[in-house]
């Protein structure tokens, strides 16, 4: 039980663009989803937090109008990268909790976006 | 405030030889701790967690970690190396149900044949 699926596994796109990102939460009801993201050989970076229909709320860093975060469903948020230029590359990794208990997650299997 | 820090940024081994992946870490109340694992180009997937009862803590492919509060560890450990054990192990603090995750910087596992 307690699957995350995340899509694309992966996407290239050109300079400009705006790329998509889901994450659906398979066999459980997500009351909170977040959002990280990953450099090279580094560590996982919380990007936002989103709660079933509200506003996310991003960390501090985090340009809101650049990462769009959508959480229409309790079984699916979304991740918009806006206007993708090369430094937005990375890996990004969706995670999943429900009931009170948030730091339990269940993580996606991440997306490898690359910015030509 | 939190923080985590993993002392090996790689650890290898022999196949059959114990594993030993350290872990420090620093919370001004009683923390919740985990394990997971990454292997290449996949999510996390959680090995064990610590959340206040027993301190030493079985979880799964034989990996076990023991809190240490007086010395402020979680390290993880693991009798007899597997091949398929090779990936990228990060130890993770939280405070309470409701705090955020803070990752520690992850320790590269090598296990030679």
């Known amino acids: 039980g307690a699957v995350v699926s995340q899509h694309p596994s992966r996407v290239i796109c050109k300079s400009g663009t705006s790329v998509k990102i889901e994450c659906r939460s398979l066999d459980f009801q997500a009351t909170t989803m977040f959002w990280y993201r990953q450099f090279p050989k580094q560590s996982l970076m919380l990007m936002a937090t989103?709660?079933?229909?509200?506003?996310?709320?991003?960390e501090q860093g985090v340009e809101k109008d650049k990462f769009l975060i959508n959480h229409a469903s309790l079984t699916l948020s979304t991740l918009t990268v806006t206007s993708a230029h090369p430094e937005d590359s990375s890996f990004y990794i969706c995670?999943?909790?429900?009931?009170?208990?948030?730091?339990?997650?269940?993580f996606g299997a991440g997306t490898r976006l690359s910015v030509l | 405030a939190q923080s985590v820090t993993q002392l090996d940024s790689h650890v290898s081994v022999s196949e059959g030889t114990p594993v030993l992946l350290r872990c420090n870490y620093s919370s001004s109340y009683s923390p919740s701790l985990f394990w997971y694992v990454q292997h290449p180009n996949k999510g996390l997937q959680l090995l064990l967690k610590y959340t206040s009862a027993a301190t030493l803590v079985k979880g799964i492919n034989g990996f076990e970690a023991e809190f240490k509060k007086s010395e402020t560890s979680f390290h993880l450990t693991k009798p007899s190396a597997h091949m398929s054990d090779a990936a990228e192990y990060f130890c993770v603090v939280t405070e309470g149900q409701g705090g955020k995750l803070i990752f520690g910087q992850g320790t590269e596992l090598s296990v030679k044949p």
């Open positions: 989103s709660n079933e229909g509200s506003k996310a709320t991003y």
């Open positions: 995670s999943a909790a429900y009931g009170l208990a948030k730091n339990i997650q269940y």
